[in-house]
């Protein structure tokens, strides 16, 4: 049987993410980066900015790496499937998400330990009247 395409895509969106660095393709992302800068495709600041981008998505993984164990399974399933949605794969916005993610954590169980109770997110507040 094959299965269609959003039914896949579904799985592979709630499917736990293993307790490793994912490996994300960067190319297409440091490609356009270096492209944005009004140069042509053969201009050899393209190649330049590339490598840069290269080197500095290889040097996140590697900050990734040493940091991976620090961060909330929910928190790595939720920015490792947000990383690789769309396209463009970057480890510098993985590792963005995830600390953000760490700190909104920390200030709300900060908060609750300030307040004497459990630390959970608050919910919304409603706008529309009742």
Known sequence: MILPPALIL????VMPVADSVPVL???QVC????????????D?????????CLDSEKATRDELVK????F?????????????????????????CLEMARDVRSMHTDK????????????????RPK
């Not at 940091?67 to 620090?70: A, D, K, N």
């Open 72 to 96: 909330a399974p929910p928190d790595k399933t939720a920015c490792t499937n947000e990383s690789r949605m769309g396209g463009d794969s970057s480890y510098t916005e993985l590792l963005t």
């Open 31 to 42: 490609q356009g980066i270096a492209q944005q800068g009004g140069v042509t495709f053969h």
């Open 44 to 52: 050899s600041a393209v190649t330049d900015e590339k490598k840069n």
């Open 25 to 27: 393709n960067v190319d």
């Open 112 to 127: 609750a330990g300030a307040q004497g109770t459990a630390a959970t997110p608050e919910a919304p507040v409603s706008t």
């Open 67 to 70: 940091q991976w164990s620090t």
């Open 10 to 13: 579904g799985v592979h969106l």
